[in-house]
């Protein structure tokens, strides 16, 4: 057996209890009893320590020597090779932080999280405060000692864990430039707003959750390998051939956790459709984050808030809901194109949007570089709130910087990947339309096979064989750029 194929036999085992641990973290958010966190963190921070071991192995390191060797002497095929490189970089990453601090941060990120469902829902930042600080402390250390591996400043080390090929230096650049359009486009979009039937009533979870499964089916969902269920924050889990996702509902208003379900459709068809045949290697799995947003945010924003799907969408909910005015296509284009800024991430408008991550952006990046204290997250916030949306969030830690579960969740570095997923999600979908020219007309008819067809062609299928940044110049013809989400915003909201 040659020493590639003793890496990937040692890291099919790997996957598959990666497999299960994605599986058990699902479960903790949707299933698992109020007071069984404790040993359920003690649990999991084992099978993440069992993972780390078995990837620390001796002999792993001297396989994957030799199998570098044996690829620069032709002896793999291309995606093997691939596959090499997202191993030797797992490799690298497991001697990067040591097995006790990914231990303690494990389960401080645990504690942490768990109890935050709780503390959010009652406003409550002081007692969240003393757990989420040894969460920041232990991510700062982990961050300095992979960044110390890889040659990274300790923030950058945290975006490669979500995004190769980025860093701060380029999210400067790009949210920078955005500021300088996107005041000027906001207040210009506001004063469009037109007068909206607000839907009235009550919308029974049930028919909610009916008419999100009807929609999933139309996108392509196959519900033999994957399902929907609720959770305090909607999320997509599990594995590629299990997908777990989740939405919350509210009875008086349906269409914030419609547009919800549709967002994690677009995460869940991407899990779908990688590589089967690499499913427990890590050239199997989707090429970061920022690809893994833009497919959420195609769907959702390209998708999902445009005229043509409207149509499609309106007969269904009046289906459900009845033949109210208010849910005519015309009146549901109006509630879904609104821009309204307002305080709440996962509910803002399109064009509001880059405003909520630009804002945590700064204020995590600060954080890990010390320049920031955890006591001092509620005050810059409210005034980068007041800044950036004129909003005011003093005392309102439940709808200010309590409302996501990314920072008690450990998941520093993943905020920047919503605004570029949602730039490269115009781009990726302008290249479609001009690979399709009628496909306004099909959305309208309820056929997405065209959308779904060109992606799994360009990007899910393509798993992490290939950089990034080259996937998307090779399926667009350009490089990542902003150009087209800025043209799009004002085509929706201006003209």
Request: proline fraction near 4%; charge should be negative.
């Amino acid at each position: 057996m040659s020493n590639y194929k003793k890496l990937e036999k040692k890291f099919d085992r790997i996957g598959k209890l990666n497999h299960l641990l994605s599986i058990v973290g699902w479960d903790e958010q949707v299933n698992m009893p109020q007071d069984s966190g404790e040993s359920r963190a003690e649990a999991m921070a084992e099978g993440y320590l069992m993972i780390q071991e078995l990837q620390l192995e001796p002999e792993l390191q001297d396989w994957a020597k030799e199998a570098g060797e044996e690829a620069a002497q032709g002896k793999l095929l291309p995606k093997e090779a691939a596959n090499l490189k997202q191993i030797q970089k797992k490799l690298k990453e497991a001697t990067a932080v040591p097995s006790e601090l990914n231990h303690a941060l494990t389960l401080a990120v645990m504690k942490c999280q768990h109890a935050w469902r709780d503390l959010r829902k009652n406003n409550d930042w002081n007692h969240f405060l003393p757990l989420f600080e040894p969460v920041v402390s232990l991510t700062k250390e982990a961050a300095c000692a992979r960044g110390n591996a890889f040659g990274l400043s300790p923030y950058n080390a945290l975006l490669d864990q979500y995004q190769s090929g980025l860093d701060s230096n380029f999210i400067d650049r790009v949210f920078d430039g955005i500021k300088t359009w996107h005041p000027a486009l906001l207040d210009k979009a506001r004063a469009r707003n037109s007068t909206i039937l607000q839907p009235s009533g009550s919308f029974s979870i049930s028919s909610q959750k009916n008419i999100g499964l009807e929609v999933m089916n139309a996108l392509g969902f196959d519900f033999k390998r994957g399902r929907l269920d609720v959770s305090h924050h909607p999320f997509c889990g599990g594995v590629s051939s299990d997908v777990r996702m989740t939405t919350r509902y509210s009875e008086d208003d349906f269409t914030q956790s419609l547009m919800g379900i549709i967002h994690e459709t677009g995460h869940g068809l991407y899990e779908l459709g990688l590589p089967k045949e690499y499913e427990f290697q890590p050239a199997g799995h989707a090429a970061g984050m920022m690809l893994h947003e833009s497919q959420s945010l195609l769907y959702e924003m390209q998708l999902g808030r445009s005229l043509p799907f409207l149509k499609f969408l309106s007969p269904i909910v009046r289906k459900h809901f009845g033949n109210d005015p208010s849910l005519e296509t015309t009146n549901l284009q109006k509630i879904y194109q609104r821009v309204e800024p307002g305080l709440i991430r996962v509910d803002a408008d399109e064009v509001s949007y880059p405003a909520h991550v630009i804002l945590r952006y700064e204020i995590e990046k600060q954080l890990i570089e010390g320049s920031i204290s955890t006591s001092d997250i509620p005050a810059l916030w409210d005034e980068k709130m007041m800044c950036y949306l004129g909003l005011d969030t003093k005392g309102n830690y439940k709808d200010g910087c309590l409302q996501d579960i990314h920072w008690p969740g450990g998941s520093f570095g993943y905020f920047p990947c919503y605004t570029l997923g949602a730039m490269l999600a115009a781009q990726w979908f302008q290249a479609l339309k001009r690979d399709h020219e009628n496909l306004d007309t099909a959305m309208e008819s309820g056929d997405f096979t065209a959308i779904s067809s060109w992606l799994k062609t360009h990007i899910w299928s393509k798993g992490s064989f290939y950089h990034p940044l080259d996937l998307i110049k090779d399926g667009t013809g350009e490089a990542l750029t902003d150009r087209h989400y800025k043209l799009h915003l004002e085509r929706r909201y201006l003209s």
